[in-house]
């Protein structure tokens, strides 16, 4: 069946690159995406990327799509204390509910 | 922008009692979906509908029900709580289609306590 696989944790200094990484399984994945969590809050789309597509760049974040290994990864230039949360990858095959990973927290050390 | 919207952040209940969890999108998305989020589990998928009055289980639907008389809402139900079932609960939507773009939009989650 479908499976997506992240690390648990992340910690990283603040100012420097992180990067998340995520594997999955469906061959026929139209679209990956990454959310983020804050504590105590909901899932907030943060970026998406389609599966023709190797690598998206928005702002800080870069996500890059590796289609033969089935790897994704999200990241994150001059990382801040406002990026520590939960990432999640997920990702999209035909109509049917998205399958998500474990999340990844990411913790900045000032 | 999407807004889902969970009829309350927090809520404490005791042990047997019917539980109602609210969700309303205000964007036409014809999917619906509750998760339950626990440490270490990450998302499980409870209950999801593609439509006006359809469900389907999701991976953990044991101990829940669903309704969707409307298309802009869609309410978890427990039908006797247990404390096994304190948890954090997250509802989304999205756009039905194939090969589109369907982001699963989320509310800001209802933590539950069951005492």
């Known amino acids: 069946g479908e499976d997506v696989e992240q690390s648990l944790f992340l910690s990283v200094r603040e100012g420097d690159s992180s990067v998340i990484n995520c594997t999955y399984t469906?061959?026929?994945?139209?679209?990956l995406y990454w959310y983020k969590q804050e504590p105590g809050a909901g899932l907030q789309l943060l970026t998406y990327?389609?599966?023709?597509?190797d690598m998206k760049q928005d702002q800080r974040l870069t996500v890059l799509l590796n289609k033969k290994d089935k790897h994704l990864s999200l990241r994150i230039a001059d990382t801040q204390t406002g990026d520590s949360a939960i990432y999640f990858c997920?990702?999209?095959?035909?109509?049917?509910?998205?399958?998500f990973g474990k999340g990844t927290r990411l913790s900045v050390i000032a | 922008d999407v807004k889902v919207t969970q009829s309350s952040r927090y809520l404490v209940k005791r042990t047997g009692e019917k539980v109602f969890l609210e969700c309303v999108q205000d964007?036409?998305?014809?999917?619906m979906f509750w998760y339950r989020q626990d440490p270490g589990l990450g998302l499980r998928l409870i209950y999801f509908?593609?439509?006006?009055?359809?469900?389907e289980k999701g991976d953990i639907p044991e101990g829940y029900s669903v309704s969707r008389e409307k298309k802009e809402r869609f309410s978890l139900i427990l039908e006797s709580a247990s404390t096994n079932q304190t948890s954090m609960y997250l509802c989304?939507?999205?756009?039905?289609?194939?090969?589109?773009?369907?982001?699963?939009?989320f509310g800001d989650g209802t933590r539950l306590s069951i005492l």
């Open positions: 990327i389609f599966s023709n597509m």
């Open positions: 989304a939507s999205s756009l039905r289609g194939m090969g589109n773009n369907q982001p699963q939009h």
């Open positions: 509908s593609y439509d006006v009055k359809m469900k």
């Open positions: 469906d061959s026929s994945s139209t679209y």
């Open positions: 997920a990702e999209l095959s035909g109509n049917t509910p998205l399958v």
């Open positions: 964007m036409d998305h014809e999917n």
